[in-house]
């Protein structure tokens, strides 16, 4: 019942920012808590940041964590990850999530998934 379609990624110089948007259809967007997580080819899928649909709890990473800020806009049925003093071991593809209500840190707990956008930093 959610789509999802990211977009913003592309090529930056370590140091710089990127902000990430994921743009969900379907009803109920208010009640779903989003994740972004992103893949090296390669390697596991790992998470990255998540919302829950309340707004008031976020949970990031530690490699991330205080570089990356996730937020979200219900009204435009929109979550975005703001990414700044990006590094070159961020590089990835990013993919936005959902899961009823409670955010989670395990890829496999959100049933929903975008189509995934390249973030690629040069050093």
């Known amino acids: 019942q959610v789509q999802l379609v990211e977009s913003g990624g592309g090529l930056v110089q370590a140091g710089g920012s990127l902000r990430l948007s994921c743009v969900a259809s379907?009803?109920?967007?208010?009640?779903?808590?989003m994740g972004w997580i992103r893949q090296v080819p390669g390697k596991e899928r790992e998470f990255v940041a998540a919302?829950?649909?309340?707004?008031?709890?976020?949970y990031y990473t530690n490699s991330v964590k205080g570089r990356f800020t996730i937020s979200r806009d219900n009204a435009k049925n929109t979550v975005y990850l703001l990414m700044n003093s990006l590094k070159p071991e961020d590089t990835a593809v990013y993919y936005c999530?959902?899961?009823?209500?409670?955010?989670?840190?395990?890829?496999?707990?959100?049933?929903?998934w975008g189509q995934g956008t390249q973030v690629t930093v040069s050093s």
């Open positions: 999530a959902a899961r009823y209500y409670s955010a989670s840190y395990y890829p496999h707990e959100y049933p929903y």
């Open positions: 379907g009803r109920a967007f208010s009640s779903y808590a």
């Open positions: 919302i829950r649909a309340s707004a008031n709890s976020t």
